[in-house]
């Protein structure tokens, strides 16, 4: 059975660009996460989706934003791109929304410059 | 407000011994808290929960400690190996979905 995989793997881009990562959950999992890693930082939590709907966002701005689609891969998007937006950036997923068991893609490395 | 907090960054421990990781939280609100394994360029895996009614949950080598009076929660363990060597993460979880990591112990194994 597949993992979640996500893509790119890397992602270089400059200040004020947008991004767009993307995520596809465990075959059967409803329930997308998305995380954000900064260096010596740990995982901060950023939106969560589930059956299509955004459930619960972390502490962020509002130029983080995503989307779950109906086979419940989720896109998340970056606007005005900022320095301190340069981070590995971690999708998960899991069951259902009362699933705490959540497994991880490999994430994407964004570098902003 | 971080809820969960991993005051110690790294530790080193020789094979066979005893590998202990802490974590503190805050908040007396959760139903689970969960650890994390983490290697390079790969991301977290879960390695064992408890609950909120437990005081320990024990899975092969890995036990999990909850001392709820001192907020304070460890995994342990025992034998450590080399490939244990990675970042754990302690998390919490309540069944309002929400999530918070703690920001990892750099677990590393000598052999």
């Known amino acids: 059975e597949a993992g979640v995989t996500q893509s790119p793997t890397h992602l270089i881009k400059t200040r004020g660009q947008q991004v767009t990562l993307r995520c596809s959950p465990i075959s059967g999992h409803t329930s997308v996460y998305w995380y954000q890693q900064a260096l010596g930082l740990g995982l901060q939590f950023l939106l969560w989706?589930?059956?299509?709907?955004?459930?619960n966002r972390g502490n962020f701005p509002p130029r983080f934003s995503g989307r779950q689609f109906p086979n419940y891969s989720s896109e998340l998007n970056v606007n005005a791109l900022e320095l301190e937006d340069s981070a590995l950036y971690l999708c998960?997923?899991?069951?259902?929304?009362?699933?705490?068991?959540?497994?991880f893609g490999p994430g994407t490395r964004l570098t902003v410059t | 407000d971080q809820q969960v907090k991993q005051n110690s960054p790294s530790l080193s421990v020789q094979e066979g011994r005893i590998s202990i990781l802490n974590c503190d939280y805050t908040?007396?609100?959760?139903?689970?808290f969960l650890w994390y394994k983490k290697y390079p360029a790969e991301g977290p895996t879960f390695l064992i929960s408890i609950s909120s009614i437990k005081d320990k949950n024990e899975d092969g080598r890995f036990t999990v400690f909850l001392n709820k009076s001192a907020k304070h929660l460890s995994l342990h363990i025992v034998p450590s190996q080399p490939g244990d060597s990675a970042v754990y993460f302690c998390?919490?979880?309540?069944?309002?979905?929400?999530?918070?990591f703690g920001t990892g112990t750099s677990l590393t194994v000598i052999p």
């Open positions: 989706y589930d059956e299509g709907e955004e459930r």
């Open positions: 998960a997923s899991s069951l259902g929304r009362t699933a705490y068991e959540q497994y």
């Open positions: 998390a919490r979880w309540n069944t309002g979905n929400q999530f918070y």
């Open positions: 908040n007396s609100m959760f139903d689970y």
